[in-house]
């Protein structure tokens, strides 16, 4: 019983191709965090001025910038970078965001109505803007930046939560949860959340690709990752001096920035195919 | 003192367009063992007297009067009160069997729930009583079934788990509202026939609501008429059949298609609609549509008459509703 039905999980995970494209996109990138842990081609942080602008060669695959470290690695280790920001970012946004969606939905009334227009109000700030803004009163740094992004990330999953929780509260199967005497809390927890779980995964890989995003860019404009730590956003920010100089130093960190969205993105759209029942039927 | 005794329920609805009384000043009582039939078109209340029984009512919306259950008063509890009244011994059956179990948990996972939440039962309790009670409601193979999802199951399996739900905790009232509307003929039966053995052998009450006459002929001891949010005619359900006094039954009894009078005409039709809830007349809600009305029948509520022993009608004339057949009323 519970074979055939990983089985046709698997299969139905083979068959959509943008799951297999943006997983292994995601996964090559998870490789470079892990590996980078232990092990870079170079140094990602050792400044020789003797080795600045070496073209890519057996010792540096991609080169070096102009304090001669290595590319590579520094692009490996700002894979790590990236990842933790936007997981951690992505957590806080999804626990809060979920959390007070699914309050909003269970207690209707004024609950509803104070989170909803709370999140309706943080939605009327640039995204950007308001993260900049925090970064400038508390200071710019990694932690920081993780907290502005988090903040960002509240809203738009309350505002999923509690639209999907509606829908599934008017469904029959709740009123019949309701008749057998279960109190709103634990319908909240046995009935809504499952059924919605799927459109919140899919969500969550979207906004993991928008917070590496928000990352790069906080990180470029001198707010995010402090150096020396290695980070994307930074280093597309040391190369625009160079552009002409030296283009590949832009590319390389934008390649990254572009491979990962892009995987993410394309990840979060297969899980949908995979993890919707109603459209997997129709094959 | 009777089980559950309703006094003067009212339903007040509020919409767009202002308060509507789904239900008005209801009245009937319900003794242990005691089966009553809620008949009546749709949109007469039915369902809404229903909910507000369980305490499910939306939230806009008002609930008056009296609702005492074994000398309780239920409109007085708070919801987490409710919460221990509802599955435990107040329990309900919908009408769509095909929506009214969550898709993502088995079957034996959804019986378990009120087990394990009213009566405390183990996870090993819970299963074999869910096993036996799947035995019960006459699905094979119960032992494999528990793990089944719900969309494994058919419309009649699914709505004999619902009512597998609804018995686990032995509840003392069974509300079965329109249970075999969406089911086939012949199913039908076999649902209807096994609510009624599990209600006789159990000792439960049960109100059994439904528009169709021949299922609320078949499954009950007393018959309440609704129409317009009133009950217009209430009775042992023999004395019901063997004089229909209200204008509004007797339409209701002439408009069923019988056996054995094919061909001889058309079937008879109650001239007009449904009476908007929100612009209902204030005296008798059948006012628009009956073939007696008066002046006196728009502006005062009729009084519930006792024509015979514990047959009541509401009527302002209820003689001239009883001397005439129902061809000449409705024709």
């Given at each position: 019983m519970s074979e055939d039905r990983s089985l046709?999980?698997?299969?139905?995970?083979?068959?959509?191709?943008?799951?297999?494209?943006?997983?292994?996109?995601?996964?090559?990138?998870?490789?470079?965090?892990?590996?980078s842990l232990f092990w870079t081609p170079g140094s990602a942080y050792d400044i020789t001025i003797a080795n600045r602008f070496l073209p890519p060669s057996g010792a540096h695959w991609l080169g070096t910038d102009q304090f001669g470290r290595d590319i590579a690695s520094m692009l490996m280790t700002g894979t790590q970078n990236s990842i933790?920001?936007?997981?951690?970012?992505?957590?806080?946004?999804?626990?809060?965001?979920?959390?007070?969606?699914?309050?909003?939905?269970?207690?209707?009334?004024?609950?509803?109505?104070?989170?909803?227009?709370?999140?309706?109000?943080?939605?009327?700030?640039?995204?950007?803007?308001?993260?900049?803004?925090?970064?400038?009163?508390?200071?710019?740094?990694?932690?920081?930046?993780?907290?502005?992004?988090?903040?960002?990330?509240?809203?738009?999953?309350?505002?999923?939560?509690?639209?999907?929780?509606?829908?599934?509260?008017?469904?029959?199967?709740?009123?019949?949860?309701?008749?057998?005497?279960?109190g709103r809390f634990r319908i909240t927890f046995e009935h809504i959340l499952p059924n919605i779980l799927s459109i919140i995964i899919v969500q969550a890989t979207i906004l993991f690709a928008i917070a590496i995003l928000a990352e790069a860019a906080l990180s470029y404009l001198g707010l995010g990752t402090q150096p020396p730590e290695p980070s994307w956003g930074r280093m597309l920010n040391e190369a625009q001096t160079l552009m002409f100089l030296d283009p590949m130093q832009a590319i390389y960190p934008g390649f990254a920035i572009a491979i990962a969205v892009f995987g993410l993105n394309l990840l979060g759209d297969g899980l949908r195919d995979v993890l919707d029942p109603r459209l997997s039927r129709k094959r | 003192m009777s089980l559950l005794d309703v006094k003067d329920l009212s339903v007040i609805l509020s919409t767009s367009e202002g308060p509507?009384?789904?239900v008005r000043n209801l009245n009937f009582r319900l003794n242990r063992g005691e089966t009553l039939g809620i008949v009546g078109e749709s949109g007469c209340g039915k369902s809404m007297a229903a909910l507000a029984l369980m305490g499910l009512l939306p939230e806009q919306s008002e609930t008056v009067g009296e609702i005492t259950f074994d000398g309780q008063n239920l409109l007085d509890k708070t919801d987490a009160e409710m919460c221990q009244i509802r599955g435990n011994r107040l329990a309900m059956i919908f009408q769509e069997p095909m929506t009214s179990l969550n898709p993502v948990h088995t079957v034996g996972h959804q019986i378990m729930e009120p087990l394990r939440l009213h009566r405390n039962m183990s996870d090993n309790q819970a299963k074999s009583e869910t096993i036996r009670l799947l035995d019960r409601v006459g699905i094979p193979n119960p032992k494999e079934r528990v793990d089944n999802y719900p969309h494994q199951l058919s419309g009649g399996q699914r709505q004999r788990v619902m009512i597998a739900i609804a018995l686990s905790c032995q509840p003392d009232i069974l509300?079965?509202?329109?249970?075999?509307?969406?089911?086939?003929?012949?199913?039908?039966?076999?649902?209807?026939?096994?609510?009624?053995?599990?209600?006789?052998?159990?000792?439960?009450?049960l109100i059994l609501i439904s528009h169709d006459l021949g299922v609320i002929s078949e499954n009950t001891d007393n018959i309440l008429v609704m129409y317009g949010?009133?009950?217009?005619?209430?009775?042992?359900?023999?004395?019901?059949?063997?004089?229909?006094?209200?204008?509004?039954?007797?339409?209701?009894?002439?408009?069923?298609?019988?056996?054995?009078r094919a061909r001889s005409g058309r079937l008879v039709t109650i001239p007009g609609t449904v009476p908007d809830l929100i612009s209902l007349?204030?005296?008798?809600?059948?006012?628009?549509?009956?073939?007696?009305?008066?002046?006196?029948?728009?502006?005062?509520?009729?009084?519930?008459?006792?024509?015979?022993?514990?047959?009541?009608?509401?009527?302002?004339?209820?003689?001239?509703?009883r001397n005439r057949k129902t061809e000449e009323l409705f024709s």
């Open positions: 046709s999980f698997v299969n139905r995970c083979r068959r959509s191709r943008s799951f297999v494209v943006g997983g292994v996109m995601t996964a090559f990138l998870l490789m470079c965090a892990i590996v933790v920001v936007a997981v951690v970012a992505v957590s806080i946004g999804l626990f809060i965001g979920v959390g007070l969606g699914l309050l909003a939905a269970a207690k209707r009334g004024w609950t509803e109505e104070i989170i909803m227009r709370f999140s309706d109000f943080s939605f009327a700030f640039p995204a950007i803007l308001s993260a900049i803004m925090l970064t400038a009163i508390l200071g710019p740094g990694g932690v920081n930046s993780i907290l502005a992004i988090g903040l960002y990330n509240i809203p738009v999953f309350a505002r999923l939560t509690r639209g999907s929780a509606n829908s599934i509260w008017a469904r029959e199967f709740v009123m019949a949860a309701r008749a057998s005497g279960k | 509507a009384r789904a509300i079965a509202d329109e249970p075999t509307t969406a089911l086939d003929v012949t199913i039908q039966d076999q649902i209807l026939e096994l609510i009624h053995t599990l209600v006789r052998e159990e000792g439960m009450a949010g009133s009950a217009v005619e209430t009775g042992g359900t023999e004395q019901i059949f063997d004089e229909l006094i209200h204008p509004y039954t007797q339409g209701l009894f002439a408009a069923m298609p019988k056996l054995g007349p204030s005296g008798c809600t059948f006012t628009d549509r009956c073939p007696l009305a008066t002046d006196m029948c728009r502006n005062t509520p009729p009084p519930a008459i006792e024509v015979t022993a514990n047959h009541f009608a509401s009527c302002h004339h209820i003689d001239a509703a």
